[in-house]
């Protein structure tokens, strides 16, 4: 038997975290076992991993490095975390996965698309059964975001020109993938939002 995996995407502030945990939370109490995890990170090497690439000069790297580190990140992620937990029957749900490379690498650090979905195919090969784009204003994304205050604001710091750019990117793979993309509106309170969610997997199981 093998588990569900679920990821959440969308842009900085949209609220994934919190609706990932909240999730988390509802299914548990509802009897399942979860794997909650997050990219960049969600094992011990690619945690290292997300330090050398959210943290430090944004021109640390070129563009094809951070694909390569992104990648590396994942494909410890998915041996030591990702596929173990689905092995065992767990559902999984995960903070940005792949369609994040995609959107952040292949669209808006240059036309590395292509790159991005040939390293993906090579190394990772593997797409969620379900993916939640959290959709939001970028004003409030960003705004939301800023809030935090973290260390790790490289890829904040584009400013809102560039989170305008990344939504459209994220809802075009929306539409180029409707089997496995669900868009939720992500304005509004974190329950609303969260009671969006449950619609949405409500009406799955019918
Ligand atoms: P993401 O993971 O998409 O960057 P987070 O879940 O970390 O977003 O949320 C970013 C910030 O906004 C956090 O401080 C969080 O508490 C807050 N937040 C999350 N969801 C909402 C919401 N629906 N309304 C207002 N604030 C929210
Ligand atoms: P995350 O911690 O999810 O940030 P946030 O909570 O602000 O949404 O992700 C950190 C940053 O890493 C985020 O700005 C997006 C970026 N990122 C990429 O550029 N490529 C990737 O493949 C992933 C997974 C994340």
Redesign the pocket.
């Known amino acids: 038997m093998t588990g569900r995996f679920i990821t959440f995407e969308g842009i900085?502030?949209s609220g994934?975290?919190t609706q990932a945990q909240l999730l988390a939370n509802r299914l548990r109490a509802a009897g399942r076992d979860v794997q909650l995890t997050?990219?960049?990170g969600g094992s011990p090497g690619a945690e290292e991993i997300r330090r050398l690439v959210?943290e430090g000069d944004p021109d640390r790297w070129s563009p094809e490095t951070e694909i390569l580190l992104?990648t590396a990140s994942r494909r410890d992620h998915l041996e030591r975390t990702i596929c173990p937990a689905l092995a065992a029957g767990k559902t999984v749900i995960c903070?940005?996965?792949a369609d994040?490379?995609r959107v952040?690498?292949g669209v808006t650090r240059g036309d590395l698309r292509e790159t991005v979905d040939a390293l993906h195919d090579l190394m990772i090969g593997q797409e969620p059964d379900l993916t939640f784009l959290v959709d939001i204003d970028p004003d409030v994304g960003l705004r939301r975001?800023l809030s935090r205050h973290g260390t790790?604001e490289?890829?904040?710091d584009f400013g809102v020109e560039m989170q305008v750019r990344m939504r459209a990117a994220f809802l075009e793979l929306a539409m180029a993938n409707p089997d496995r993309f669900r868009v939720i509106d992500g304005d509004g309170s974190a329950d609303e939002v969260a009671a969006r969610i449950d619609a949405v997997l409500a009406e799955m199981a019918t």
């Open positions: 900085d502030g994934k975290s997050r990219e960049p959210l992104f903070d940005r996965f994040s490379t952040y690498q975001a790790e490289r890829f904040e």
